[in-house]
Protein backbone atom coordinates (compact mmCIF):
# COMPACT_ATOMS: atom_id res chain seq x y z
CA UNK A 1 0.00 0.00 0.00
CA UNK A 2 1.08 3.61 -0.84
CA UNK A 3 2.10 5.70 2.05
CA UNK A 4 0.32 8.57 0.45
CA UNK A 5 -2.45 8.51 -2.22
CA UNK A 6 -3.85 11.25 -4.32
CA UNK A 7 -5.95 11.95 -7.21
CA UNK A 8 -3.16 12.74 -10.20
CA UNK A 9 -6.46 14.20 -11.83
CA UNK A 10 -6.80 16.19 -14.05
CA UNK A 11 -9.33 18.08 -12.15
CA UNK A 12 -11.27 20.61 -14.12
CA UNK A 13 -13.64 23.42 -12.56
CA UNK A 14 -14.96 26.86 -13.62
CA UNK A 15 -14.09 30.41 -12.57
CA UNK A 16 -15.44 31.11 -9.49
CA UNK A 17 -16.09 27.45 -8.05
CA UNK A 18 -14.72 26.22 -4.42
CA UNK A 19 -12.43 23.12 -4.79
CA UNK A 20 -11.42 20.36 -3.03
CA UNK A 21 -8.77 18.23 -2.93
CA UNK A 22 -8.00 15.27 -0.89
CA UNK A 23 -4.96 12.63 0.34
CA UNK A 24 -5.31 9.78 2.16
CA UNK A 25 -2.53 8.18 4.32
CA UNK A 26 -1.53 4.63 5.55
CA UNK A 27 1.20 5.60 8.24
CA UNK A 28 -0.28 6.70 11.33
CA UNK A 29 2.84 8.39 12.93
CA UNK A 30 2.52 11.00 10.16
CA UNK A 31 1.85 14.23 12.55
CA UNK A 32 2.79 17.37 10.56
CA UNK A 33 1.02 18.16 6.71
CA UNK A 34 1.45 20.52 4.39
CA UNK A 35 0.13 21.51 1.12
CA UNK A 36 2.32 22.78 -2.04
CA UNK A 37 1.40 24.69 -5.09
CA UNK A 38 3.98 23.24 -8.33
CA UNK A 39 3.54 25.41 -11.67
CA UNK A 40 4.78 23.47 -14.70
CA UNK A 41 8.68 22.96 -14.49
CA UNK A 42 9.28 24.58 -10.88
CA UNK A 43 9.67 23.96 -7.72
CA UNK A 44 6.86 23.26 -4.72
CA UNK A 45 5.78 26.48 -2.79
CA UNK A 46 4.55 26.43 0.23
CA UNK A 47 0.57 26.91 0.54
CA UNK A 48 -0.72 25.84 4.42
CA UNK A 49 1.31 23.60 7.35
CA UNK A 50 -0.64 22.47 9.79
CA UNK A 51 -0.16 19.11 12.77
CA UNK A 52 -3.51 18.90 14.29
CA UNK A 53 -7.03 17.80 13.52
CA UNK A 54 -9.45 20.41 12.53
CA UNK A 55 -9.51 23.09 10.12
CA UNK A 56 -6.93 25.42 9.23
CA UNK A 57 -7.90 28.97 7.13
CA UNK A 58 -5.91 31.32 5.10
CA UNK A 59 -7.47 33.44 2.75
CA UNK A 60 -8.98 31.51 0.11
CA UNK A 61 -7.81 28.66 1.30
CA UNK A 62 -8.85 26.09 4.24
CA UNK A 63 -6.61 22.96 4.82
CA UNK A 64 -8.36 20.53 6.53
CA UNK A 65 -6.93 17.34 8.76
CA UNK A 66 -8.48 14.18 10.38
CA UNK A 67 -6.00 12.23 12.36
CA UNK A 68 -8.47 9.33 12.73
CA UNK A 69 -9.36 8.99 9.54
CA UNK A 70 -6.08 9.53 7.91
CA UNK A 71 -7.32 11.97 5.35
CA UNK A 72 -6.90 15.66 4.82
CA UNK A 73 -8.11 18.17 2.43
CA UNK A 74 -7.41 21.55 0.66
CA UNK A 75 -10.25 23.96 -0.26
CA UNK A 76 -9.95 26.84 -2.57
CA UNK A 77 -13.03 29.54 -2.66
CA UNK A 78 -13.69 32.05 -5.62
CA UNK A 79 -11.21 29.72 -7.45
CA UNK A 80 -9.14 31.71 -9.81
CA UNK A 81 -7.49 30.92 -13.41
CA UNK A 82 -4.42 31.53 -11.57
CA UNK A 83 -5.10 28.44 -9.09
CA UNK A 84 -3.74 26.53 -12.11
CA UNK A 85 -2.16 24.26 -11.36
CA UNK A 86 -0.78 21.11 -9.47
CA UNK A 87 -1.37 20.78 -6.00
CA UNK A 88 1.03 18.46 -4.14
CA UNK A 89 0.32 17.03 -0.25
CA UNK A 90 3.63 16.33 1.87
CA UNK A 91 3.26 14.73 5.25
CA UNK A 92 6.41 14.11 7.73
CA UNK A 93 6.67 12.57 11.20
CA UNK A 94 8.82 15.28 12.57
CA UNK A 95 7.98 18.80 12.69
CA UNK A 96 8.04 18.46 8.80
CA UNK A 97 11.42 21.39 9.34
CA UNK A 98 13.79 18.81 11.27
CA UNK A 99 15.65 16.04 9.60
CA UNK A 100 12.79 14.45 8.57
CA UNK A 101 12.29 14.15 4.81
CA UNK A 102 8.97 14.88 3.63
CA UNK A 103 6.60 12.17 2.21
CA UNK A 104 4.58 13.22 -1.06
CA UNK A 105 1.45 12.56 -2.66
CA UNK A 106 1.70 12.83 -6.03
CA UNK A 107 -0.30 15.91 -7.10
CA UNK A 108 -3.25 16.85 -8.46
CA UNK A 109 -3.28 19.01 -11.69
CA UNK A 110 -5.59 21.65 -11.32
CA UNK A 111 -7.45 23.93 -14.32
CA UNK A 112 -9.72 26.31 -13.57
CA UNK A 113 -11.56 27.65 -16.43
CA UNK A 114 -12.33 31.34 -17.11
CA UNK B 1 11.81 38.28 0.12
CA UNK B 2 14.55 35.50 1.01
CA UNK B 3 14.75 32.18 -1.28
CA UNK B 4 16.47 29.17 -2.27
CA UNK B 5 18.48 29.42 -5.57
CA UNK B 6 19.83 26.67 -7.93
CA UNK B 7 22.29 25.70 -10.67
CA UNK B 8 22.61 25.19 -13.27
CA UNK B 9 18.83 25.32 -14.19
CA UNK B 10 19.53 22.54 -16.80
CA UNK B 11 22.61 19.93 -16.86
CA UNK B 12 23.10 17.46 -19.81
CA UNK B 13 25.89 14.86 -19.28
CA UNK B 14 26.82 11.52 -20.51
CA UNK B 15 26.14 8.00 -18.57
CA UNK B 16 28.94 7.97 -15.99
CA UNK B 17 29.84 10.84 -15.51
CA UNK B 18 29.95 12.86 -12.86
CA UNK B 19 27.94 16.22 -12.32
CA UNK B 20 27.58 18.85 -9.45
CA UNK B 21 24.32 20.31 -8.46
CA UNK B 22 24.54 23.35 -6.47
CA UNK B 23 22.22 25.26 -4.31
CA UNK B 24 22.17 28.13 -1.90
CA UNK B 25 20.32 27.80 0.78
CA UNK B 26 17.66 30.99 2.49
CA UNK B 27 20.89 32.42 4.22
CA UNK B 28 19.49 31.74 8.38
CA UNK B 29 18.16 28.53 7.39
CA UNK B 30 19.63 25.42 9.41
CA UNK B 31 18.48 22.76 7.50
CA UNK B 32 19.23 21.51 4.24
CA UNK B 33 17.85 18.65 1.77
CA UNK B 34 17.58 17.32 -1.47
CA UNK B 35 14.94 16.14 -3.31
CA UNK B 36 14.13 14.25 -6.53
CA UNK B 37 11.21 14.23 -8.82
CA UNK B 38 11.28 11.95 -12.12
CA UNK B 39 9.03 12.99 -14.95
CA UNK B 40 4.92 11.93 -13.54
CA UNK B 41 6.04 10.78 -10.71
CA UNK B 42 6.04 11.98 -7.21
CA UNK B 43 8.92 14.41 -5.49
CA UNK B 44 11.41 11.86 -3.62
CA UNK B 45 13.13 12.97 -0.55
CA UNK B 46 16.85 12.43 -0.85
CA UNK B 47 18.97 13.24 2.25
CA UNK B 48 18.85 15.98 5.05
CA UNK B 49 21.96 17.74 6.07
CA UNK B 50 22.01 19.93 9.67
CA UNK B 51 25.43 21.05 11.17
CA UNK B 52 27.39 19.98 8.25
CA UNK B 53 26.62 16.16 8.27
CA UNK B 54 23.82 13.98 7.06
CA UNK B 55 20.54 13.69 9.19
CA UNK B 56 18.62 11.52 7.31
CA UNK B 57 18.97 9.87 4.15
CA UNK B 58 16.61 7.64 1.95
CA UNK B 59 16.93 4.59 0.36
CA UNK B 60 17.49 6.32 -2.90
CA UNK B 61 20.45 7.77 -1.60
CA UNK B 62 23.18 4.93 -2.49
CA UNK B 63 26.74 5.31 -2.48
CA UNK B 64 27.04 6.89 -5.65
CA UNK B 65 25.60 10.33 -4.10
CA UNK B 66 27.06 12.68 -1.75
CA UNK B 67 26.45 16.26 -0.52
CA UNK B 68 28.71 18.79 0.73
CA UNK B 69 28.51 21.89 1.98
CA UNK B 70 31.80 23.42 1.27
CA UNK B 71 31.25 27.34 2.50
CA UNK B 72 28.62 29.02 4.37
CA UNK B 73 26.57 29.59 1.38
CA UNK B 74 26.24 26.87 -0.81
CA UNK B 75 25.29 23.31 -0.45
CA UNK B 76 25.95 20.66 -2.85
CA UNK B 77 24.88 17.57 -4.60
CA UNK B 78 27.26 15.08 -6.16
CA UNK B 79 26.78 12.14 -8.28
CA UNK B 80 29.45 10.31 -8.98
CA UNK B 81 28.68 7.97 -11.87
CA UNK B 82 25.32 9.37 -13.55
CA UNK B 83 22.87 6.52 -15.23
CA UNK B 84 20.02 7.14 -17.03
CA UNK B 85 17.77 6.77 -14.53
CA UNK B 86 19.35 9.51 -12.60
CA UNK B 87 17.41 11.77 -15.39
CA UNK B 88 15.25 13.62 -13.27
CA UNK B 89 14.45 17.43 -11.36
CA UNK B 90 16.52 17.75 -8.24
CA UNK B 91 15.14 20.12 -5.86
CA UNK B 92 16.85 21.93 -2.88
CA UNK B 93 15.39 22.77 -0.07
CA UNK B 94 16.59 24.79 3.41
CA UNK B 95 14.29 25.03 6.83
CA UNK B 96 14.75 27.52 9.48
CA UNK B 97 12.36 25.34 12.09
CA UNK B 98 8.59 24.04 10.84
CA UNK B 99 9.24 24.06 7.07
CA UNK B 100 10.89 23.86 3.98
CA UNK B 101 11.34 26.39 0.97
CA UNK B 102 11.98 24.68 -1.91
CA UNK B 103 14.31 25.93 -4.97
CA UNK B 104 13.55 25.80 -8.59
CA UNK B 105 14.92 22.86 -9.38
CA UNK B 106 17.91 21.49 -11.54
CA UNK B 107 16.38 19.24 -14.63
CA UNK B 108 19.40 16.56 -14.92
CA UNK B 109 19.34 14.46 -18.43
CA UNK B 110 21.58 11.56 -18.72
CA UNK B 111 22.19 10.67 -22.27
Known amino acids: QKEVEQDPGPLSVPEGAIVSLNCTYSNSAFQYFMWYRQYSRKGPELLMYTYSSGNKEDGRFTAQVDKSSKYISLFIRDSQPSDSATYLC??????????????FGKGTHLIIQP | EPEVTQTPSHQVTQMGQEVILRCVPI?????FYWYRQILGQKVEFLVSFYNNEISEKSEIFDDQFSVERPDGSNFTLKIRSTKLEDSAMYFC?????????FGPGTRLTVL
Open chain 2, 27 to 31: SNHLY
Open chain 2, 93 to 101: ASSLSDTQY
Open chain 1, 90 to 103: AMSVGSGGGADGLT
